[in-house]
Each structure stands twice: as C-alpha cells, then as structure tokens.
C-alpha cells in the first residue's frame, strides 16, 4: 500500500529554536496533505492542509506563523515549529491521500514526537 | 462538518467480538464512514471503510444501516494486540475528503 513517512520520529530541542518535520509520500505523488497535532491521551487535532505550489490553510486558532508549512514539490511537505517553546511539545503527524485511487483511504505517518527543553 | 460520537473506552477479553458504535447523526449524502485504529506513539492506521449496508475485509467488518446516522466496527476475536484507540470519521471522498476531524475515539482494552 501507499506509504507517507516522516522524519525525524523523535526530536528534542531547545526553548526559542526552530524544528523542521519531514512529510514524504514515498511511492505516490500527494497535491495535498494535513498535518495534526496530538497531545497526551488526547485524539488528533487537525492544524492545517498543505497544498503543493501553494499556500497552507490553516485551520481556527492555528498560528501561521508560528506553524510554517511548506509543500515544494509533490512529495514532500515540511512543518517548521518556529521559536519552539515546552508547550509546543507535542506528537506531530502528516496524512495524505493517493489521488485518482477508487480507495479513498488516508494514509498517515508514523509521527514525530516534539519534545520542546 | 460532520460529528462523530463514540464511546470513550471499552474492555473486552480475547478471543471475543468487539462492536464498537459510532454516531453520526448529520452525515452527508456524500459522506463515507472510515474507521482507523491507533497505537501510542503511532499514526493511525485505516482499518475499513463504507457508504452503506456492511463491509467485510480481513480485520473486520463494518455495519451501517440504513439511515446512516450510526456504524458499527465489528472486530472478530480480538487478541491483545487489538488493544488501541479507534477513530470512526465521516467525510466526502470526492471532496476534501482527507480533512478528517477527529473525534474522541473509543478506547478498547482487551484482557487475557
């Protein structure tokens, strides 16, 4: 099946630095993906929907300039947590959709868990 | 947008059937129903997917009647690797499908 894999799974960082968290859909080319966040026991929360060649739309009480989304190629799109502070720690996950597929199922990756120090 | 609601946990047993439910009472005409399951520290993983009446593949089966405001995940024999959160979502698959809202989710523990 269609895979999406992000990179890194884990990264710890310091208070006021900035983190780059990789998308790729690995054997198909994705327009559009999304990118959650999830806390502690808690389900996902949508962020924001990343459009290749395009801007993200982000969603209510998201900050764009806090969540930089970029989305250069078709396979590729990268959520940059920009002057990171403890509560940005958090499980980030990206998800895209094979297009034109009669299986209109999402494919999500693994994760990556933000731990902000 | 359509809002799901689910029970919050269960407990099962191995070796029994688990059917977990879902609500979605303002469902849209072109809204399908998708179930994920969840492990910690994982992304969520599609398990099955309908529009109406029942669907079966190799790990479950999914019941949705008629009127189309609930489903049902139906988990056969569950062992304790079944042991995660499901999502149920609803959304338009020929839409901006993929921006699923996620509800709660239901919790399923099951004990030996």
């Known amino acids: 099946g269609a895979v999406v894999s992000q990179h890194p799974s884990r990264v710890i960082c310091k208070s006021g630095t900035s983190v780059k968290i990789e998308c790729r859909s690995l054997?198909?080319?994705?327009?559009?993906m999304f990118w959650y966040r999830q806390f502690p026991k808690q389900s996902l929360m949508l962020m924001a929907t990343?459009?290749?060649?395009?801007?993200?739309?982000?969603e209510q009480g998201v900050e764009k300039d806090k969540f930089l989304i970029n989305h250069a190629s078709l396979t590729l799109s990268t959520l940059t947590v920009t002057s990171a502070h403890p509560e940005d720690s958090s499980f980030y996950i990206c998800?895209?959709?094979?297009?034109?597929?009669?299986?209109?199922?999402?494919?999500f990756g693994q994760g990556t868990r933000l731990t902000v120090v | 947008l359509a809002k799901t609601t689910q029970p919050i946990s269960m407990d099962s047993y191995e070796g029994q059937e688990v059917n977990i439910t879902c609500s979605h009472n303002?469902?849209?005409?072109?809204?399908?129903i998708t179930w994920y399951q969840q492990f910690p520290s994982q992304g969520p993983r599609f398990i099955i997917q309908?529009?109406?009446t029942k669907v079966t593949n190799e790990v479950a089966s999914l019941f949705i009647p008629a009127d189309r405001k609930s489903s049902t995940l139906s988990l056969p024999r569950v062992s304790l690797s079944d042991t995660a959160v499901y999502y149920c979502?609803?959304?338009?698959?020929?839409?901006?499908?993929?921006?699923?809202?996620f509800g709660s989710g239901t919790k399923l523990n099951v004990k030996p």
């Open positions: 998800s895209a959709r094979v297009p034109d597929r009669e299986n209109t199922e999402a494919f």
């Open positions: 054997d198909f080319q994705a327009t559009t």
């Open positions: 990343s459009n290749e060649g395009s801007k993200a739309t982000y």
């Open positions: 303002n469902i849209a005409t072109n809204d399908y």
């Open positions: 309908g529009y109406k």
């Open positions: 979502l609803v959304g338009d698959p020929y839409g901006n499908f993929n921006k699923f809202y």
